[in-house]
Each structure stands twice: as structure tokens, then as C-alpha cells.
Nanobody, 121 residues
Framework: QVQLVESGGGLVQAGESLRLSCAASGNIVRINLMGWYRQAPGKQRELVAASADDDGTMYADSVKGRFTMSRDNARNMVTLQMNSLKPEDTAVYYC???????????????WGQGTQVTVSS
């Protein structure tokens, strides 16, 4: 069973920082995309940041310059450093990975359970 485990969410004041982490485990051969999504109440899930092999990281305009995503492919891990947080960043944040699994001919789209980030004004 493949599992993505997220951590690092919490409650912070505007202007402060949080660091989210996600680690994948299971029958993973390799991961060719890592990213983060978020979903605020009453809104669609939206892309925050993502990176594929041989590509730089793409960021949503709303977080560019404030958030930094880092990949560790060898450890099947991805982090999201969130600085200068704003109340509008409040959402559940989800780790996302596209991975080749053992004995599979298709790329699997994997999701974490989500971690709550709340930013107060």
C-alpha cells in the first residue's frame, strides 16, 4: 500500500512561516512529479506548486516569491516552505505525487491526507 504522509500544518499569525513536509512510502519505483495543492472552504482545490523531472518548480501567482518547494527524489520527500503567510493562504494543503509503482504499467496519482494551515490576521 502506497502512502503519503504530510506534516507541518498549524495556526500562525500573518507574516509568519510554516514548513510542510510530505513523505511517500510503499511500492514506489520512482516519482516523476511532486507538488502541493490547497483547498479553502467553498473553493476548488488549486495548484500551489509542482515540479517534474528536469523542470523547475512552477508556482501559483498568489504564492510566488513567498513559497519555496524542495524535492528529495532519493528519499521520496517534498517540502513546502511558506513565508510571509497571509490569511488568504488558509486552506487544507495536500501533497501530490505522480509515481511509477512496482508491477504497474501506469503512473499513479497519489494524494496525502491533507494538513490544515490557518493564518490569522
Amino acid at each position: 500500500q502506497v502512502q503519503l504522509v504530510e506534516s507541518g500544518g498549524g495556526l500562525v499569525q500573518a507574516g509568519e512561516s510554516l514548513r510542510l513536509s510530505c513523505a511517500a512510502s510503499g511500492n514506489i519505483v520512482r516519482i516523476n512529479l511532486m507538488g502541493w495543492y490547497r483547498q479553502a472552504p467553498g473553493k476548488q482545490r488549486e495548484l500551489v506548486a509542482a515540479s517534474a523531472d528536469d523542470d523547475g518548480t512552477m508556482y501559483a501567482d498568489s504564492v510566488k516569491g513567498r513559497f519555496t518547494m524542495s524535492r528529495d527524489n532519493a528519499r521520496n520527500m517534498v517540502t513546502l516552505q511558506m513565508n510571509s503567510l497571509k490569511p488568504e493562504d488558509t486552506a487544507v494543503y495536500y501533497c501530490n505525487m505522480h509515481a511509477w509503482l512496482r508491477n504497474s504499467r501506469q503512473v499513479s496519482n497519489l494524494w496525502g491526507q491533507g494538513t490544515q494551515v490557518t493564518v490569522s490576521s
